[in-house]
């Protein structure tokens, strides 16, 4: 742990001049009356680490440039032991030692004008500088960790929780992290807010995935047993093909070892039927020459039975026959035009 090795204080409150205090051992002691400038030191320790005039029972900064005294000489005149104090300057040196043994030296002076200087290892920086500069060293100026005041003990006990950890969290040094925390908690929330969208999401991402997928399933296997329908139909109806071909040549077969037989026999029945038609054709002829004669002789008969009256009762007996001879011919020619018609049918 680093440690204080020597101060060096001009005109800061009440030390006058270039005055320097130490060096510091591990514990050192400072004691003294009532005014011996044991607070002053105190004060000066504060005010080269950065601490606010107003928190070093001072008004405004120009208030902690030594103020001296004024002397009234011989001649009555008003003399200010110090000098002229508008123009006179102020500041306090800490040399400082870190846990590698380096030396590091801290100075802030009071202008003229009444204004701030800041030096590290005696070149001038600006005040953001010189905080992160002792902060790396763990010197916390808006904790002031580097020093317990009077009365700073019983204040702590004091405070509320809240002010107690706000305390806590300025000597940790996360106070300074407020702003920073509170952005990335934000981005925090909006990241989880984010991811439980995303989630959400591909939840429902993959339910319809795997909706799909289901459904391309039923799809393949669809189109697999319409492919198995397909080919056995083809199958099918090759196979029927195949049967109707097998019997065309089969009746092919049939036909033609029947061919020849067919023809000789269809030849022979012609031939036969066309005698037997022409044979009825004759006989048909025949039959309406017979006809035709007993009709002439019926009409002959008539002309005679007319001429003849009164010998019509010996003649009823004839006519009985005749009409039953022309009725015999007129079956005989019927039966022969049946027979004529079927063998032309044939």
């Not at 030594?66 to 032991?81: A, F, K, N, P, Q």
């Not at 905080?131 to 904790?143: D, F, M, R, Y």
């Not at 305390?167 to 920073?180: A, K, R, T, V, Y």
């Not at 039975?305 to 015999?328: M, T, W, Y």
């Amino acid at each position: 742990m680093g440690h204080l090795v020597q101060l060096e204080v001009e005109n800061f409150k009440s030390y006058r001049g270039h005055q320097v205090i130490g060096p510091f051992s591990s514990f050192t002691a400072v004691v003294g009356p009532n005014g011996a400038g044991k607070s002053n030191l105190m004060d000066a320790i504060s005010f080269v680490l950065g601490v606010r005039s107003s928190h070093l029972r001072s008004t405004q900064i120009k208030d902690l440039v030594y103020r001296g005294r004024t002397v009234e000489s011989r001649g009555g005149r008003v003399i200010d032991e110090a000098g002229d104090q508008a123009t006179r300057r102020a500041w306090v040196k800490a040399v400082y030692e870190d846990d590698a043994g380096r030396t590091m030296v801290f100075q802030r002076s009071i202008t003229p004008a009444g204004d701030s200087e800041y030096r590290v290892n005696n070149r001038v920086v600006t005040l953001q500088t010189y905080n992160n500069t002792l902060e790396s060293q763990n010197i916390l100026v808006k904790a002031k960790n580097f020093l317990v005041f009077q009365g700073d003990v019983e204040a702590v006990a004091s405070q509320s929780p809240k002010d107690l950890t706000k305390l806590i969290e300025q000597i940790s040094g996360s106070w300074d992290l407020q702003h920073e925390y509170t952005e990335l908690e934000r981005q925090q929330d909006a990241a989880a807010e984010k991811s439980t969208f995303a989630y959400n999401k591909k939840r429902a991402i993959a339910t319809e995935v795997q909706s799909i997928v289901s459904q391309k399933k039923e799809l393949e296997l669809y189109e697999t047993k319409v492919q198995l329908r397909t080919k056995l139909t083809v199958q099918h109806m090759l196979h029927k093909l195949f049967v109707a071909e097998s019997r065309i040549q089969e009746i092919k077969n049939e036909m033609d070892s029947l061919h020849g037989e067919t023809i000789t026999h269809a030849s022979t029945q012609r031939s036969r039927l066309d005698a037997s038609l022409q044979s009825q054709q004759k006989s048909q002829a025949k039959a309406y020459k017979a006809v035709n004669r007993q009709e002439r002789q019926i009409k002959l008969i008539e002309q005679k039975i007319e001429s003849r009256q009164p010998n019509l009762a010996g003649l009823g007996e004839k006519v009985s026959h005749l009409q039953r001879k022309i009725k015999q011919i007129e079956e005989n020619a019927d039966s022969a035009r049946v027979e004529v018609a079927r063998q032309g049918a044939v």
